[in-house]
């Protein structure tokens, strides 16, 4: 994997990183009612059943940036927002390039509509654009600039 490699050499060279985000399945939203699906049942009673939010995912002891660039981000308010913190072994938390820098100790994070756990149509043949929802997947994009930005 080219996050592994890339952080990998990061490490090795002791180049000193700010932070790492992975953007990850960030364009599909739906409003109605039993939407969204969760790795535990449990996890509905916080989050909820619909689809209509993006996710922060971090692990336990995630570091200075995915902390200062989460509240950064729900700070925006482009769009509605939930920050899941959990346990790497919970399945899915660590299901993007993330996990690469976290295996080398940088503070890293990834930004998600939950991907599989809400888009039945992910890798599938009715994986097409009009299934996305663009103005919410370029708010997310427009959080993520004045999140960045607006970092100490």
Do not use: C
Not at 50 to 77: D, E, H, M, P, W
Not at 92 to 106: E, K
Request: aromatic share 16%; charged share 25%.
């Amino acid at each position: 994997m080219g996050s592994y490699i890339h952080a990998k050499f990061l490490s090795d060279h002791k180049i000193a990183v700010y932070g790492m985000l992975s953007v990850e399945m960030i364009g599909y939203f739906r409003d109605e009612p039993k939407t969204q699906d969760y790795p535990l049942g449990i996890l509905s009673w916080f989050y909820g059943n619909k689809g209509n939010y993006i996710t922060l995912v971090n692990k336990f002891n995630k570091g200075k940036f995915a902390r200062s660039f989460s509240q950064s981000f729900k700070q925006t308010n482009y769009i509605k927002t939930k920050k899941f913190t959990g346990p790497k072994i919970l399945p899915g938390i660590d299901f993007s390039d993330h996990l690469n820098y976290w295996q080398f100790g940088y503070s890293a994070l990834m930004i998600t509509d939950t991907s599989f756990y809400r888009n039945k149509n992910y890798h599938q043949v009715t994986d097409k654009m009009e299934t996305l929802d663009i103005k919410r997947m370029a708010k997310v994009i427009d959080g993520i600039f004045e999140a960045l930005i607006k970092l100490k």
